[in-house]
């Protein structure tokens, strides 16, 4: 098999970074540059201006995502230095052979982007035919985060057509290397690469891959499932990683950790119980599974509806988590446990177990509806309920925003800047 092709997603909002990005890229192996889409919209056509006259010995590729317009829009990036450009297969054919035929005229390539073509094989077929020079497989990043996989049609495109074919949407070293044993020529990575603290060391671990599968000519990949895919993710990102995921979305109100430093997550089992009620909070550990949360909302917070044995019953059940809008007790013999428990009051006094209320029915904790199977996150900072239809979704997003974290904090570290000049701050001010 030839050597894969690295192909750099530079998906940045800031030139200067994205500059200083693919230097580091490039020193890990990466070979051709993507000014990608959002770089373009900021800078406009001097982004891929810039990438040339700093990489000549790479190829630059300018990802216009063209739907229209072919021949302006190659015309425009072609004589900014770009060597590819990427259109939409989804465009109208005429479009497509506009494209090409200024790609032609202006002596660079086009790669035609299968992105929400509902038929990606067929449709790479018709394009060939148009000719274009590759095709890419891509699962955008909003598609990512619902879980599509670039993986899943790849196989079908690359045996229906000759020309090389891209794969991009979401790969790490691993997936990446994934796709080469499925016979794509070029692997684009972007945040796994851009976003890592550690550029050069990023780029190099999925050049390693790709290379490693060219020579075998295949690996096994396991995809996870749903679940286990969500609570890896969510073990890996914070509370305020996610709250900015869903939007800056409010963390429970007035519940807080009992038991500083640690961090729960899990799908909730919920519980409704009246002031001092005891009784269905605590039948409701039998109905928890090992990993789940228990959500308990109390109509009062005068007598306590939860303590330490309690806590050692959820211990032996393997339960992530207990978060009580409500009061407890025994709080010094549950943080010597270690038990992660979150309430918004401690009191010495219990209820009695009178049996008023339900389990697993929609409730409102801290003032945020959860529902059972709903997907808890809590930690230091606090609790943040994540709706269960949506957790794959904002699981990716979470990650998303902390690989950004990641990469800022390195240059706020490593480099001396500020958080301001970062992510020019000045420059982003609304408009007045
Ligand atoms: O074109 C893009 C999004 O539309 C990205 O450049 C492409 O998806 C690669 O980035 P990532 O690896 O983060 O998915």
Request: net charge negative; charged share 30%.
């Amino acid at each position: 098999m030839e050597r894969p092709i690295l192909q750099v997603a530079l998906d940045l909002l800031e030139l200067k970074r994205a500059i200083e990005i693919a230097g580091e890229a490039i020193e890990g192996g990466a070979d051709w540059l993507e000014a990608g889409t959002p770089l373009i919209k900021s800078e406009g056509m001097n982004a891929i201006r810039e990438l040339k006259k700093h990489y000549r010995g790479h190829k630059v590729l300018a990802d216009m995502k063209t739907i229209d317009t072919g021949a302006i829009e190659v015309e425009m990036a072609a004589k900014s230095g770009a060597d590819i450009v990427i259109i939409l297969a989804l465009s109208d054919d005429d479009t497509i052979a506009e494209a090409i035929r200024a790609a032609r005229k202006y002596g660079c390539e086009v790669m035609a982007d299968l992105i929400n073509v509902p038929d990606p094989a067929s449709r790479a077929k018709e394009v060939e035919e148009l000719g274009v020079d590759y095709l890419n497989v891509h699962v955008g990043i909003d598609q990512q985060m619902k879980g599509l996989d670039p993986l899943e049609v790849l196989k079908d495109v690359v045996d229906s057509v000759s020309i090389p074919v891209a794969a991009a949407g979401g790969l790490d070293a691993e997936r990446a290397a994934a796709c080469v044993s499925m016979g794509a020529s070029i692997v684009i990575v972007g945040s796994n690469i851009v976003k890592s603290r550690n550029v050069t060391e990023s780029a190099r671990k999925v050049r390693e891959a790709i290379d490693r599968a060219a020579e075998k000519g295949g690996v096994e990949v396991r995809r996870k499932s749903l679940d286990e895919e969500i609570r890896e993710l969510l073990m890996r990102v914070s509370t305020p990683n996610v709250s900015d995921a869903m939007h800056r979305a409010k963390a429970m109100d007035g519940v807080y950790p009992l038991v500083r430093g640690k961090k729960i997550v899990g799908k909730a089992v919920t519980v409704s119980t009246m002031d001092g009620d005891w009784a269905k909070p605590v039948e409701a550990i039998n109905v928890a599974g090992e990993g789940d949360v228990l959500v308990i909302k109390v109509s009062g917070d005068t007598a306590a509806v939860w303590g330490e044995l309690a806590t050692r019953s959820c211990i032996n059940r393997k339960i992530a988590g207990v978060i009580i809008d409500g009061a407890v007790r025994d709080v010094d013999d549950i943080r010597e446990l270690g038990f992660p428990l979150f309430a918004r009051k401690e009191v010495p006094n219990a209820g009695e177990p009178k049996g008023f209320g339900e389990i697993n029915v929609k409730v409102i904790c801290g003032g945020v509806e959860v529902n059972p199977g709903d997907w808890i996150i809590a930690d230091d900072n606090g609790v943040m309920v994540i709706p269960k239809r949506r957790a794959y979704e904002i699981a990716r997003r979470a990650m998303e925003v902390k690989k950004s974290e990641d990469r800022i904090r390195g240059e706020i570290e490593e480099k001396g800047r500020t958080l301001a000049d970062v992510v020019e701050l000045y420059k982003w001010e609304k408009v007045q």
